[in-house]
C-alpha cells in the first residue's frame, strides 16, 4: 500500500487543504507544502446537504492528484455515499473516511473501500456516541473524530466540544481493549497543545492541521515549523 511506512508512523500532520490552502492557487499552495515536508494531505469533500458547505469538487481532487505525491486522506461529509466514494476510489484517495450517521451499511463500505486497496475508516460528528462503533471499530483502518460540528470551521464562535477530551481518550480506551490497530484522527480546532497531549503518548495518530495550527498567508514557513515540532515529538 502507498505510504505504508507513514500509515505506521506516529504523530502524523494532515494539513485542511480548504483550511490551509489558498483556493485560488491550490496546486501552488500544495506544493509550499510538499516542500516544507509535508506528506499527507487532509480533504473534505462536502455535498451541501451534511453539512452547510461545499467548497471543494471531485474534478479539483481529481487535477490535483496529478500533480502531488501526497497522500490524500479524504474525509467525506456527504448524504449519499455511493457516488463520491466510487469516483475517489477512481481518483486514487489513499485514505477515505466516511460518516457512521449516513451510511445504512457501514460493514459492507468499508469492505468494498478496503478491497480496492485503500484505507477505510468512520468518521462521526461531536455528539455521536462511540457505541456505534461497537461491531466496527476493528474493521477500520482509522476512527475521525470531529470535534466541532462539521461544516462550520469558517466560524471563529465554534470552538471545540466540551467534551473532546473525554471522547478522545474514551476512544483510545476503547481501541487499547478490544486490541484494534485502528489509528485516531482528531479534527476541528486542533491546536499545537492538542498534538503535543495527545501525541506524545500515542493518544491519536492523526491531526488535522487547520489555521489553529498553519499560517495561510505564511504557509510554507508555517507548516514546515508544524511538520518539525511533529517529528521531534516521535522521537
Not at 494532515?14 to 501552488?28: F, Q, T, V
Not at 485516531?184 to 488535522?208: H, L
Not at 498567508?217 to 507548516?223: T, V
Request: hydrophobic share 40%.
Amino acid at each position: 500500500m502507498k505510504g505504508a511506512d507513514m500509515w505506521g508512523q506516529k504523530v502524523i500532520a494532515a494539513p485542511s487543504l480548504i483550511s490551509c490552502c489558498d483556493m485560488c492557487r491550490l496546486e501552488e499552495s500544495v506544493k509550499e507544502l510538499e516542500r516544507a515536508g509535508i506528506r499527507m494531505l487532509h480533504i473534505d469533500i462536502l455535498d451541501g446537504c451534511f453539512s452547510p458547505s461545499m467548497p471543494l469538487g471531485l474534478d479539483m481532487v481529481r487535477a490535483l492528484r496529478e500533480r502531488t505525491d501526497l497522500l490524500f486522506d479524504v474525509h467525506l461529509m456527504v448524504s449519499e455515499n455511493d457516488f463520491f466514494v466510487e469516483e475517489l476510489l477512481d481518483i486514487g484517495v489513499d485514505q477515505l473516511v466516511f460518516h457512521v450517521e449516513t451510511e445504512p451499511h457501514i460493514d459492507r463500505r468499508l469492505a468494498m473501500i478496503r478491497d480496492r486497496g485503500v484505507r477505510a475508516g468512520v468518521a462521526l460528528k461531536p455528539s455521536t456516541s462511540l457505541r456505534s462503533l461497537d461491531y466496527i471499530a476493528d474493521q477500520c483502518d482509522t476512527i475521525l473524530l470531529m470535534l466541532i460540528n462539521p461544516g462550520y470551521a469558517a466560524s471563529r464562535q465554534e470552538g471545540q466540544v466540551s467534551y473532546a477530551a473525554k471522547k478522545i481518550l474514551d476512544l483510545r480506551k476503547m481501541l487499547s481493549e478490544q486490541g484494534s490497530k485502528a489509528l485516531i484522527e482528531i479534527d476541528g480546532r486542533v491546536s499545537r497543545k492538542d498534538i503535543a497531549d495527545y501525541g506524545k503518548n500515542g493518544i491519536a495518530d492523526i491531526f488535522v492541521a487547520g489555521s489553529t495550527c498553519i499560517e495561510k498567508r505564511e504557509l510554507y514557513e508555517s507548516a514546515k515549523s508544524l511538520e518539525q515540532f511533529c517529528r521531534n515529538l516521535r522521537v
